[in-house]
Structures are given as structure tokens and as C-alpha cells.
């Protein structure tokens, strides 16, 4: 990080002057608050270098507190970690590493973790596909009300991934997430009533 922001200074510090330069003593000396506030002042002007290292900066400092937080069972610091894990946004991207901080927030009943963990395991991404996991979690995150879990376990109920097929649940679910506002839901609860009526009624 220190040879791409001193790469960086010698390319544009003649173009912008001092407070890009302030912008990397500041960092190099670890005060990353006024270093922020030097590389903000010229993102503001639309410096995209500035604007770039500021995004770096501004995750690198966000994942060093989610991990502080995250530490004391806090399960929004948890998903946040996960999710920056799974973005390779201010660490390395490492999706083992993502789920396992989606696993600390699920089991206290984070709803969004709860949520991807569903996604990942009905995809096979990163782990072993897994219907019936997949189906557990959206379960979990659908009883505390999220409408793209209810789609889900919509789509589950319709295409009988982990469970028996059945267009009666399927109607219920999609139902759910439908008077949410949920696109898809709504979008495939319309098909499916007009070509099985009798699952609507």
C-alpha cells in the first residue's frame, strides 16, 4: 500500500500540489484521520487518484473497527466483515474467510448473513452445494420477515431444490415477499397464477 500511495506521488504531486502530498506523510505517520481529510479535500475537486486512495483508505480504517466491534459479538460488525471479505474491500478478497463472519452474524440472527449464507450454499459457491443448508438459512432469514428469502424459498417450494415440489407453499411464499414489494416474487407469482390457478386460491 505504501509503494502504490508513493508511486502515486510522484506521478501527481506536481499536478495537485501540497495536499496530496500532506494526504501520504499523514498515512505514512499513521494519522489516517488527517490523512483523510487531505486526500477528501481534493477528492472533492475530482481528483479520481485522490478519490481512489481515499476509498482505499476509507475501507482499510473501516475494516480495522469492524474487526474491534466484531470482536465483542457484535453481529452487525460480523456481516460487515464478511460482506468486506467477500468484496476484497480494504483486505484480500477471501470468501472462506467471508462466511465464517456471515456464520458469527447468522447464528445471532442477522438476518442478511442469514440470508447469503442461503445464497451460497443453494449456489455452491465456496462450499459443497447444499439445497437443504440453503433452505435452512432462508428459513431463518424469512421467519424475521425478509422478502427476498421468502422469493426464495418461493423458488425452492417451485422447482423442488431440497424439498418436495409443491405450488401451494410456493404460492404462500412468493405471497409473502410479493406484499413486500419484492420484483421477482411478484413477478412469478402473476405466472404462476395464470397457468395454476388452483395453487392461488
Known amino acids: 500500500m505504501k509503494k502504490i500511495i508513493l508511486a502515486l506521488v510522484v506521478l501527481t504531486a506536481v499536478l495537485f500540489g501540497g495536499d496530496f502530498e500532506d494526504g501520504v506523510k499523514a498515512y505514512n505517520n499513521k494519522d489516517y484521520k488527517k490523512a483523510m481529510a487531505f486526500f477528501q479535500k481534493i477528492a472533492d475537486q475530482e481528483n479520481t487518484k485522490a478519490q481512489h486512495n481515499f476509498g482505499v483508505m476509507y475501507d482499510k480504517k473501516a475494516v480495522e473497527l469492524y474487526q474491534k466491534i466484531a470482536a465483542q ?7 460487515n466483515l464478511g460482506l468486506m471479505y467477500y468484496n476484497g474491500q480494504g483486505v484480500k478478497q477471501d470468501y472462506k474467510k467471508a462466511m465464517a463472519f456471515y456464520q458469527k452474524a447468522a447464528d445471532q440472527g442477522n438476518t442478511v448473513a442469514q440470508y447469503n449464507l442461503g445464497l451460497m450454499y443453494d449456489s455452491g459457491q465456496v462450499v459443497k452445494q447444499d439445497y437443504k443448508k440453503a433452505m435452512a438459512f432462508y428459513q431463518k432469514a424469512a421467519d424475521q420477515g425478509d422478502a427476498s428469502a421468502q422469493s426464495n424459498i418461493g423458488n425452492m417450494y417451485y422447482f423442488g431444490k431440497g424439498v418436495k415440489k409443491d405450488k401451494i407453499k410456493t404460492y404462500q411464499y412468493w405471497m409473502k415477499a ?6 421477482n416474487a411478484q413477478g412469478n407469482l402473476d405466472i404462476l397464477c ?3 390457478p388452483w395453487a392461488c386460491k
Open 178 to 183: 410479493a406484499k413486500q414489494g419484492q420484483p
Open 194 to 196: 395464470k397457468n395454476s
Open 73 to 79: 459479538e457484535n453481529a452487525k460488525a460480523q456481516y
